[in-house]
C-alpha cells in the first residue's frame, strides 16, 4: 500500500496550491479519502473527506469556502485545491485511508 502526496512547496498569502495524493495497493474506489494537516507544536486536525464516489465532501471550519477536495477514480488520485491561502494554514498535509497514511507534503504559507 502506498499513498503518494505532492505538490506542497512555498506560497505567498491569498495564492493557490493543489496537493495531490496518488494511492496504489489497495481498492481505491471503495475507500473515503481524507486529508488532515499538522502544524509545528500542534495536533493533527481532520481538513477534508470525501466519500469512495466522490459525492459527498465535509470540510473543517476553519477551511470551509477555501477549500476544495475531489478525487478521481480512474487514476486513483485525491486531491486538495487550496485557495486563499493563508499563514496559519502552513503544515505538513497527509492523506489518510483508513488506517493508511501517506508520508506528507509541506505547505509553507509566507510573505
Known amino acids: 500500500v502506498q499513498l503518494v502526496e505532492s505538490g506542497g512547496g512555498l506560497v505567498q498569502p491569498g495564492l493557490s496550491l493543489r496537493l495531490s495524493c496518488a494511492a496504489s495497493g489497495f481498492p481505491f474506489i471503495w475507500y473515503d479519502m481524507k486529508w488532515h494537516r499538522q502544524a509545528p507544536g500542534k495536533e493533527r486536525e481532520l481538513v477534508a473527506v470525501?466519500?469512495?464516489?466522490?459525492?459527498?465532501?465535509n470540510y473543517a471550519d476553519s477551511v470551509k469556502g477555501r477549500f476544495t477536495i475531489s478525487r478521481d477514480n480512474t487514476k486513483n488520485t485525491v486531491y486538495l485545491q487550496m485557495n486563499s491561502l493563508k499563514p496559519e494554514d502552513t503544515a505538513v498535509y497527509y492523506c489518510n485511508a483508513r488506517s493508511y497514511w501517506g508520508q506528507g507534503t509541506q505547505v509553507t504559507v509566507s510573505s
Open positions: 470525501i466519500s469512495s464516489g466522490g459525492g459527498t465532501t
